[in-house]
């Protein structure tokens, strides 16, 4: 099936590698039950929301499009946004952390097109269209905000993770799965938070993933502004969650600062959280998050950079102070009186110089791994990238010389050089070699017979972040995640209730004095007596027409539904203070 979204160029300019995540809205998809979901939820929320949310919200409704009345066209979203300078794709419920802010940098709204089940209309673990649509996207038609979801997705694609983050991410993304699949078994689900739960506990030192992730989620998605006493929400999963919104507010939630130590708070997806960070404004959001840049790899560099990238068992890049980058996979570091004095890859690597590729220095030409020496020649204390072409003739580093460089750190390269690559600035980046062994002390690490040696140019490491610096080096339309999501079951009784939610939203949107209100009572009566969403539709209509028995009868039919099943008992209450004691926005 191919993919147009001829609505916002901005999907266009996504690299491929992003674009393998989205799939098409299949609005037609959408059942009779799914916009009464979304109908009731938006319903509620943009009356409760109006009081306690930030200011931005309700106008940011208005600037995006979306509608109490019908769950939002993706297509007509993207023409909205493309005036506040963002786009909306569909993606197939969770995608890994890395992926997803890596939307956000490009200023793309990630949205799981999927809509939560009437069973879990107050939260659901998953992420859906009411989280996305109606959480994300009103709120960043406020630009301070924008722009920190950007820079947040721009600095976040970056972060470091470790080997078990990506084991938390499918973990996760099943369980989010089997919750609001309908009829999955209870030992399914306790399975699978049991899994949730032991990697919680075993995941060691945070990496860098882990704590920007929990950043984003005591901010984008949990987060409060203003002040401890009185807070707003802005934070999309609590503005989607009419459970939550309101229990949030209350003294039960603990109220929080919001400082850089949030980034060390762990959440549990699967219940509601005990405490919110808040902060004073937007602006300072922004401020915390650079304060947490300048201590990831991508800013500090080092040794402890390098050793970030190897404990990551992934692709990431670590970059030279010449500016040369090496991409791949890392395995080992030599080190030196704590510093890098040698850095190795294993398999496909890939040489840049400003996120772009230096020609004959691909995958291909690399395909079996790369080693180089960093830092300062032995007794010289001169680095080579900061030598003039008088130094390095004096140093005897000149094409078609035979030389032997020993570095600091018990490294030499032995071998005749065949030419220099440059970068911008006239510094040596790259050296390449014939006939040339290194070595480690007595180690060998690479020998003449292995071919051209290409020596990276660089006396320290100054950053190191996850995947390529060159997108288009590798092949990263690769992600196939382990589990999909579950569509509703189509039953015969599912398709007459459907059948019956179509009626009503006809009659309401079409002809509100039809005669057919009773015969639909009488057949939801017999047939579906658990339903508690189309009664209170068929209350709202009746709450404009001279029709005092039905509704009598109707209203005492929902007081039973609510003593046979308590647990729907707070949801009809709304729902009843909506059609008779508030005004909808």
Same mark, same amino acid.
């Given at each position: 099936m191919s993919h147009t979204?001829?609505?916002?160029?901005?999907?266009?300019?996504l690299p491929k590698h992003l674009k393998q995540f989205i799939k098409p809205q299949d609005y037609e998809d959408y059942t009779p039950i799914n916009q009464a979901v979304w109908r009731y939820v938006m319903r509620k929320n943009v009356d409760y929301l109006s009081k306690v949310a930030h200011s931005s919200y309700l106008e940011g409704l208005k600037k995006t499009g979306l509608e109490v009345e019908n769950i939002p066209n993706m297509y007509g979203m993207n023409r909205i946004l493309k005036e506040i300078g963002w786009a909306a794709v569909a993606v197939d419920g969770f995608i890994p952390p890395n992926a997803f802010m890596e939307f956000q940098a490009y200023n793309v709204l990630v949205i799981a097109s999927d809509i939560r089940q009437l069973e879990h209309i107050e939260y659901t673990p998953a992420p859906d269209i009411i989280h996305e649509g109606a959480g994300h996207a009103p709120i960043i038609a406020n630009p301070e905000y924008a722009e920190y979801l950007r820079r947040f997705g721009e600095i976040g694609c970056k972060a470091i993770s470790s080997h078990k983050d990506y084991e938390m991410y499918e973990a996760i993304r099943l369980l989010s799965i089997l919750k609001e699949a309908e009829g999955t078994p209870q030992q399914e689900i306790d399975a699978a938070e049991k899994a949730v739960e032991d990697l919680q506990n075993d995941?060691?030192?945070?990496?860098?993933?882990?704590?920007?992730?929990? *950043?984003?989620?005591?901010?984008? =998605?949990?987060?409060?502004?203003? +002040?401890? $006493?009185?807070? /707003? !929400?802005?934070?999309?999963? *609590?503005?989607?969650?009419?459970? =939550?919104?309101?229990?949030?507010? +209350?003294? $039960?939630?603990? /109220? !929080?600062?919001?400082?850089?130590?949030?980034?060390?708070?762990?959440?549990?997806?699967?219940?509601?959280?005990?405490?919110?960070?808040?902060?004073?404004?937007?602006?300072?959001?922004?401020?915390?998050?650079?304060?947490?840049?300048?201590?990831?790899?991508?800013?500090?560099?080092?040794?402890?950079?390098?050793?970030?990238?190897?404990?990551?068992?992934?692709?990431?890049?670590?970059?030279?102070?010449?500016?040369?980058?090496?991409?791949?996979?890392?395995?080992?570091?030599?080190?030196?009186?704590?510093?890098?004095?040698?850095?190795?890859?294993?398999?496909?690597?890939?040489?840049?110089?400003?996120?772009?590729?230096?020609?004959?220095?691909?995958?291909?030409?690399?395909?079996?791994?790369?080693?180089?020496?960093?830092?300062?020649?032995?007794?010289?204390?001169?680095?080579?990238?900061?030598?003039?072409?008088?130094?390095?003739?004096?140093?005897?580093?000149?094409?078609?010389?035979?030389?032997?460089?020993?570095?600091?750190?018990?490294?030499?390269?032995?071998?005749?050089?065949?030419?220099?690559?440059?970068?911008?600035?006239?510094?040596?980046?790259?050296?390449?070699?014939?006939?040339?062994?290194?070595?480690?002390?007595e180690k060998i690490l690479f020998q003449p017979e292995w071919g051209i040696y290409d020596m990276a140019v660089g006396k320290k490491v100054v950053s190191a972040f996850s995947g390529p610096a060159d997108a288009n080096s590798f092949d990263l339309i690769t992600h196939v995640p382990s589990s999909t999501t579950i569509k509703a079951k189509k039953t015969d009784e599912r398709t007459e209730l459907e059948h019956l939610y179509r009626k009503v939203r006809n009659i309401r949107e079409n002809d509100k004095h039809d005669e057919s209100l009773k015969n639909i009572y009488l057949e939801l009566k017999a047939n579906h007596p658990k339903d508690w969403l189309l009664p209170l539709e068929l209350i709202e209509i009746l709450k404009d027409r001279d029709e005092p028995e039905l509704m009598q009868e109707l209203l005492i039919y929902i007081e039973k539904i609510k003593e046979n099943r308590p647990e729907v008992n707070k949801l009809i209450t709304n729902g009843l203070e909506l059609i008779f004691e508030k005004e909808t926005v």
């Open positions: 979204f001829e609505s916002n160029p901005l999907i266009e300019r995941m060691g030192e945070l990496s860098e993933m882990s704590k920007i992730r929990n *950043l984003h989620w005591w901010t984008v =998605e949990y987060g409060l502004i203003g +002040t401890l $006493e009185n807070p /707003k !929400i802005y934070g999309a999963g *609590l503005l989607s969650s009419i459970g =939550e919104s309101a229990w949030c507010m +209350t003294d $039960e939630v603990g /109220k !929080i600062p919001y400082s850089i130590a949030a980034a060390e708070q762990s959440f549990d997806i699967t219940k509601p959280q005990p405490q919110l960070f808040v902060t004073p404004d937007f602006a300072y959001l922004s401020e915390v998050l650079e304060e947490f840049a300048n201590t990831m790899a991508l800013r500090t560099g080092g040794l402890e950079s390098v050793q970030k990238v190897i404990d990551s068992q992934s692709l990431a890049t670590i970059e030279l102070s010449t500016g040369l980058q090496i991409s791949g996979v890392f395995t080992n570091v030599i080190s030196n009186e704590g510093k890098a004095s040698y850095i190795q890859t294993t398999g496909k690597t890939a040489l840049s110089y400003r996120e772009k590729e230096l020609v004959g220095h691909g995958v291909d030409n690399h395909a079996e791994g790369f080693g180089s020496p960093i830092g300062r020649l032995k007794g010289i204390n001169l680095a080579i990238e900061d030598m003039s072409p008088r130094d390095l003739q004096a140093y005897a580093i000149y094409e078609g010389e035979q030389i032997t460089l020993e570095f600091e750190g018990d490294i030499t390269v032995s071998g005749e050089i065949i030419t220099g690559s440059r970068n911008l600035r006239g510094e040596i980046i790259l050296i390449s070699f014939k006939n040339c062994t290194v070595k480690h002390g």
